[in-house]
């Protein structure tokens, strides 16, 4: 204390100040999410749950829930905010899942074939969702959360309308439309979870997912390192600078849409793969609330977000997620971690929006 | 008002200034931007922004006896009404209406028996005849019951000013700037209104930066200058050039660098504008023709909101521009920023922290970002042969903003520092070093100094000179202040009303100066016979732009 209490020219900073810095940087609410996960893991173990399983199960749905996570990232990087439109790329995502059950794929070819399609789907409508986006300036949040409710409820109709033939996807008793569940279990289930996966102890590590999602984490660091990156950056935080650099603006707000949703479209297969079933009709519509609490648990504020954030954020909620659930269970009554879970995903996003740079660009 | 002083946290902005305005009397305040005249009249109008900020020092005397005005509202109940340089009417309201605001005259009807005042029925032949009195007395015979939009700009004015007079109590009345918008022909109907009012008995404090309406309407003369009361005139003892002079002054500092060599200015023309008009709010530029020269440091100058700033906005497309501009006789397109980037423009803005910089990111994103955008640098290739991509560079970034930290003598904590916790002249230099990056032909420097310390002033006008002189840049530099200018320029461009009013040396008198800032010149129309040494150092077509043009056009 005494060594730094004395002034140095540059403003000498006493180790109290450095330590508030430091808390500040990671974020009061971490912190916060820190501590109540921690007191969740005390409360497991002196329960006696199976803590290796329960480790195992983190690692899972951090997984699989990891690339509907990264999709905030262009979003946020290029001034969008956080991607509340995500219904419409996990849409997507779900249309090439079922093309491939109806064309009678399976295993890793059915899963590519889905990504493959995914992907191109997913692109469109982020282009034409970008363009839209661009008309509503300043407002993406709350219009993107009604255009993704719209949309799913759009695809209510379609899924009703949808000239399937497969025995697994239309209901069983015959007429048109498809179930609200299909099970992947015959597909593509658990081909990434199960791919090179081994056991520590009772703990089962996911090898293929937690390989899938490291590729998209760093292919995505590469692309935000790029000179499209770096001027999707520059838009998101100071679109003025941006023009200054000579930039198109609605451009780059536009491929930053792309590349969200495109992922997001690959991300619900992926998390079906895991999962093990698709969900139609209504299921994709809070899909978005649980990506962007994540994100912002994970220190990403409404206009940078990095792929660190993802990884904390994800793996933090996931965590809370899982280990509440039985602790709740075992100490209060049931299903009061779903209660918990809703709390904390809607709090935070809640935190992030009074948050002062959740001005976005209103000119 | 005796003795009035105000410091602005330590900045001393009023030095003692009295004022002294008998009934009927019209008294005028000249200065430049930033000599008090707002501040002076925020004190009289007891505006919280005065007594926010520690309040004044000295005192106010209304009928020989001592006042304290603590809010607007005492303000107007002593009689003393202000007319804002920026309009405060509702353009969906007739002309009463906006007459009446908040004072309208009400009958009483069933419901506001029962439920109070608040309800009570609008009185308008009442509200029409007050009105019609308010506007009669400036001599105004426009219908009281148009809507105010779609109004010219000069009737919203009398508007404004009917209002005040309709304050039956309204014995001293301030007009801050009111022919500011106005053309020459609506400014003198406005001129015959104040004398007309004057003459009904009324003071008026009339603020502006036309100097003849000052000689020709009042009847005595304050000029301030740095908050300091310069002199105290009657019209009779003036004459414009004397006031001009006066507002303008000498302060200049040692800036610069008066010992060193001569810029390497060469007689070919590097840019060249033709008509340009530029759509910035606030400070349009409206056909302004310009020359630069190779090497020379040329300074954009004028008052504030005449269209100085939207030059080099416009030329770097920052906002939406039209005539004709050209680099070395070849044409560029305006209104594209990255063409004007890739032919060796640089602009360094006037908004700092708004255009300037990205606030959340690192010295060395900052500088770099434009550069690797507009001109492929800081790009490296990674990933196998056939299909290799480029992303950024950061060693090289880190590399070339530790340079220019060293450089510029940038006071940071490394080149990750982010740019938000920097001082503003800090970021001012961060702000040079980015277009530095671009490695510019021309370099555009809106406002350098704006809000940043006396010595970081010096650091960045000597930066400037260094880089002229040294690499030969030419800069382009727009400066509300004129001294500024003067310690650094070649030539002085001054523009005015959105034109270019004339070309001095930075040596030229206060009086040109003045002059040419108040727009004196086309004013008057006398471009032919202007002073002598106009054309001294600028060689031809420097007048060009405000010939045969009057703002009343």
């Not at chain 1, 808390?23 to 749950?49: C, E, K, N, Q, W």
């Not at chain 1, 695809?155 to 697994?168: H, L, R």
């Not at chain 1, 707000?253 to 495109?262: D, E, H, T």
């Not at chain 2, 007319?83 to 009483?108: A, D, W």
């Amino acid at each position: 204390m005494l060594l730094n209490a004395l002034p140095s020219p540059e403003g000498g900073e006493s180790f109290g100040d450095r330590l508030g810095a430091a808390v500040r940087d990671f974020g009061i609410p971490r912190i916060i999410i820190l501590g109540f996960l921690g007191v969740l893991l005390a409360t497991a173990v002196s329960l006696r749950l199976p803590m290796g399983q329960l480790f195992g199960n983190i690692l899972t749905r951090f997984g699989m829930n990891g690339i509907l996570v990264l999709a905030m990232i262009p979003s946020i990087q290029s001034g969008t905010g956080p991607n509340f439109a995500l219904p419409l790329g996990v849409t997507c995502g779900i249309v090439a899942s079922t093309l491939s059950i109806e064309l009678d794929l399976r295993g890793f070819t059915a899963f590519f074939f889905a990504v493959g399609v995914a992907i191109p789907l997913g692109a469109i409508s982020g282009y034409l969702y970008g363009v839209f986006q661009n008309k509503v300036k300043g407002q993406e949040l709350t219009v993107g959360t009604y255009f993704g409710f719209s949309v799913v409820s759009l695809m209510c109709i379609f899924w009703t309308v949808v000239p399937y033939k497969s025995p697994e996807m239309i209901w069983p008793y015959g007429g048109s439309g498809l179930r609200v569940t299909i099970t992947l279990t015959n597909r593509f289930a658990q081909v990434l979870d199960g791919f090179m996966s081994f056991k520590i102890g009772t703990m089962t590590v996911p090898t293929g997912l937690l390989l899938f999602f490291g590729m998209f984490c760093a292919l995505l660091a590469l692309f935000l390192r790029s000179k499209t990156g770096v001027a999707m950056m520059m838009v998101g935080s100071n679109p003025r600078y941006a023009e200054s650099a000579g930039l198109n603006v609605d451009k780059y707000r536009i491929i930053g849409s792309v590349v969200s949703q495109a992922l997001g479209a690959v991300g619900i297969i992926v998390y079906a793969q895991s999962f093990g079933f698709i969900q139609l009709y209504l299921a994709p519509l809070f899909m978005a609330f649980f990506a962007v609490a994540s994100v912002l648990i994970g220190g990403a504020s409404l206009r940078r977000a990095t792929v660190w954030h993802v990884l904390i954020g994800t793996f933090l909620f996931q965590a809370i997620l899982v280990v509440s659930m039985p602790v709740a269970n075992k100490v209060v009554a049931d299903n009061l971690a779903e209660v918990i879970r809703i709390i904390v995903s809607n709090g935070i996003i809640l935190y992030a929006l009074t948050r002062k740079e959740a001005g976005v660009d209103v000119r | 008002m005796r003795g009035i002083a105000k410091e602005y946290f330590g900045n001393r902005v009023l030095k003692g200034v009295n004022l002294r305005v008998g009934p009927g009397e019209i008294l005028s305040i000249v200065g430049e931007n930033g000599a008090g005249k707002s501040t002076l009249m925020n004190i009289l109008f007891g505006m919280p922004v005065i007594h926010n900020t520690g309040g004044f020092e000295g005192e106010i005397l209304f009928d020989g006896a001592p006042i304290s005005i603590r809010s607007p509202q005492q303000a107007v109940e002593l009689g003393i009404g202000m007319v804002h340089q920026e309009f405060m009417l509702l353009p969906g309201f007739s002309i009463t209406e906006n007459i009446k605001l908040n004072r309208e005259l009400t009958r009483p009807n069933l419901l506001s028996r029962l439920c109070g005042p608040k309800l009570e029925h609008l009185d308008m032949p009442a509200m029409r005849s007050d009105s019609r009195a308010s506007l009669d007395r400036m001599g105004m015979s426009i219908d009281e019951m148009l809507p105010v939009a779609g109004l010219p700009v000069g009737h919203m004015q009398f508007v404004e000013i009917a209002r005040e007079l309709d304050k039956k109590k309204t014995r001293l009345l301030v007009l801050d700037e009111p022919t500011a918008v106005l053309t020459e022909s609506e400014a003198q109907v406005l001129l015959n209104a104040m004398r007309s009012l004057a003459a009904q008995g009324i003071s008026l404090i009339f603020i502006t930066h036309r100097l003849d309406e000052v000689v020709q309407v009042s009847d005595g003369i304050t000029v301030l200058r740095d908050g300091e009361q310069v002199a105290d005139l009657s019209p009779r003892e003036t004459s414009v050039g004397h006031l001009a002079e006066l507002m303008v002054g000498r302060k200049l500092e040692a800036v610069g660098c008066d010992g060193c060599a001569p810029s390497p200015r060469t007689d070919q023309v590097l840019l060249r504008l033709e008509h340009l008009e530029v759509d910035m709010p606030g400070e349009m530029v409206k056909d302004l023709s310009l020359e630069v020269f190779q090497g020379e440091i040329l300074g954009l100058g004028g008052l504030a909101g005449h269209g100085k700033v939207g030059v080099a906005n416009g030329v770097m497309g920052m906002y939406p521009a039209r005539g004709i501009m050209a680099i070395e006789g070849t044409p560029l397109p305006l209104g594209h920023t990255l063409e004007a980037l890739r032919s060796g423009l640089a602009f360094v803005s006037e908004d700092r922290r708004g255009v300037g910089l990205l606030l959340e990111e690192s010295i060395e994103m900052n500088v770099a970002a434009p550069a690797m955008q507009s001109q492929e640098k800081f790009l490296r290739k990674v990933g196998p042969r056939g299909f290799q991509f480029s992303i950024m560079d950061r060693r090289a970034m880190r590399r070339h903003a530790e340079r220019f930290i060293e450089e510029l003598d940038i006071r940071c904590t490394g080149p990750e520092q982010i740019v938000r916790r920097l001082s503003g002249g800090n970021q001012q230099k961060v702000c040079i070093a980015k277009a530095l990056t671009l490695e510019p032909r021309i370099l555009f420097v809106s406002e350098p100094t704006r809000g940043i310390d006396v010595g970081a002033k010096k650091i960045v006008l000597d930066l400037l000179v260094r880089l002229n002189r040294e690499h030969g840049v030419t800069v382009v530099v727009t400066s509300s202040e004129l001294a500024e200018l003067r310690s650094i320029c070649d030539r002085i461009a001054i523009v005015c009303e959105g034109r270019l009013e004339g070309i001095l040396p930075p040596d030229a008198s206060d009086r040109d100066f003045g002059l040419l800032m108040a727009g004196e010149k086309s004013h008057r129309g006398r471009d032919a016979e202007g002073p002598s040494h106009l054309s001294g150092s600028c060689g031809q077509g420097s007048g060009q732009g405000s010939k045969e043009e009057s703002p009343c056009s």
